[in-house]
């Protein structure tokens, strides 16, 4: 497409000093724009996909992907029980649905956490040894202390709980219910001691800073739930798919059952982050489409300086074509090598985040991430191809648009116009 003169012109008119009519100043200058600017996007892409992962990741991998529940029975007043009585029989036929990979009775409640003359308040989830230790981040959690062989014997706890209460593994932590005992004086608060025997965390806070796990029999107890369960815990291979699940989940859960999702509960996080990161790629294309410009500036003072040049090398016979194809080659490469450096540095960025992020972190004196402010621990960033692509086909793609323009004015040039006054 290119002929070989026409390169050796191009690349003859890049490196020109200004006293021989280059432009190797705004040469540079676009350069440089162009490779932050693609820098900047490929950086803040690698950035909100990294969010969005790490959000989905906390969320699924600490949460069912979906709650089966029941309407249950209705009491005399006429207000559902919302228990789950034949869970054993509902559980085993769940789990035996294509696609579902974990299926687990539990008992919820909310109560008050009480220790070293502290209190908070948390979520207790009565679940199975076996099937907590199936949870993901539970089983692998980014800290830990204790084991989860001992949970029979006490309660698993999250970092954030224990640290607001001054706790640790061995310790002993009170439970608090309102809706306790049963007396023929109506309900008194329940209180029971309980050891700690495992702390965990998932890295998303306000699972860390509330969620307690208790052994399922003993909840059942604590809560009066005894032959019930409150809900059943369904795990899928595609959670992003999970609403495919809903018709044989719903049969499988049997007559009142309907389904609460993970995308319910963090839907309106998830539709949020998806705005922000539109809303982020238009400004940073409008960053790139302006780094671009640069390169319009630099050929106008291109084709103006080598007005002579034209008329010289279109009287020795090279057509309108070539001369267009020598300044799109101009333009064409100071985008090309802006843009595959801005690659490299975006990539490198996201790459080498952590470390970049202490010394920023270290230079600002600490505090910049608070995790009870964003709900995930450390900045994460994750390098996609697809986002490497977009950005790199948005660079070229503006780099190429806008040299068209001085080239085609270049190619129009009269000759003898450029050589009227030489």
């Known amino acids: 497409m290119f002929a070989r003169h026409e390169w050796m012109i191009a690349w003859r008119y890049l490196r020109a000093r200004r006293s021989e009519g280059g432009i190797s100043v705004m040469t540079w200058i676009s350069l440089v724009g162009i490779a932050l600017a693609v820098f900047a996007l490929i950086a803040t892409l690698a950035v909100r996909s990294g969010f969005r992962y790490e959000f989905v990741d906390t969320i699924i991998g600490a949460n069912p992907h979906v709650e089966v529940l029941n309407y249950g029975e209705l009491l005399p007043n006429g207000q559902p029980t919302r228990t789950i009585a034949g ?5 085993d036929r769940i789990a035996a649905l294509p696609g579902v990979t974990r299926a687990a009775p539990v008992v919820e409640g909310q109560v008050m956490a009480a220790a070293q003359g502290r209190n908070t308040g948390v979520q207790v989830v009565g679940i199975r040894t076996e ?81 307690v796990y208790m052994p399922f029999a003993e909840a059942q107890t604590y809560f009066n739930r005894e032959g019930v369960a409150d809900a059943i815990q369904v795990s899928v291979d595609d959670p992003e798919a999970v609403d495919a699940f809903a018709a044989a989940l719903i049969e499988a859960g049997g007559e009142g059952t309907y389904l609460w999702t993970w995308q319910n509960a963090s839907g309106a996080f998830l539709r949020a982050l998806q705005m922000e990161d539109n809303i982020m790629f238009v400004i940073l294309s409008i960053l790139v489409l302006i780094a671009t410009l640069n390169i319009t500036s630099g050929l106008v003072m291109l084709v103006k300086n080598k007005g002579r040049d034209i008329g010289i090398l279109r009287t020795m016979g090279l057509t309108e074509g070539t001369i267009l194809r020598v300044f799109f080659i101009c333009g064409a490469s100071i985008g090309v090598v802006g843009t595959a450096i801005g690659v490299v540095l975006g990539c490198l960025f996201a790459i080498y985040i952590d470390p970049i992020f202490n010394v920023v972190n270290a230079l600002a004196g600490g505090g910049v991430w608070d995790p009870q402010v964003r709900y995930i621990s450390a900045l994460p960033a994750r390098l996609e191809a697809g986002d490497v692509l977009t950005a790199v086909a948005l660079s070229l793609g503006l780099s190429f648009v806008v040299t068209i323009f001085p080239a085609r004015r270049a190619a129009r040039m009269n000759p003898v116009e450029a050589l009227r006054y030489e």
């Open 87 to 91: 869970f054993e029989a509902a559980t």
């Open 131 to 211: 099937d907590l230790a199936r949870i993901p981040r539970i089983a692998e959690p980014e800290e830990a202390q204790g084991s989860l062989d001992a949970f029979e014997d006490g309660v698993a706890l999250g970092s954030g709980v224990a640290r607001n209460l001054g706790v640790g593994v061995g310790d002993t932590v009170r439970l608090i219910s309102p809706d306790g005992v049963r007396t023929a004086f109506g309900t008194s608060p329940r209180v029971k001691a309980y050891p700690i025997t495992f702390i965990f965390q998932v890295g998303r806070f306000d699972i860390d800073s509330t969620r």
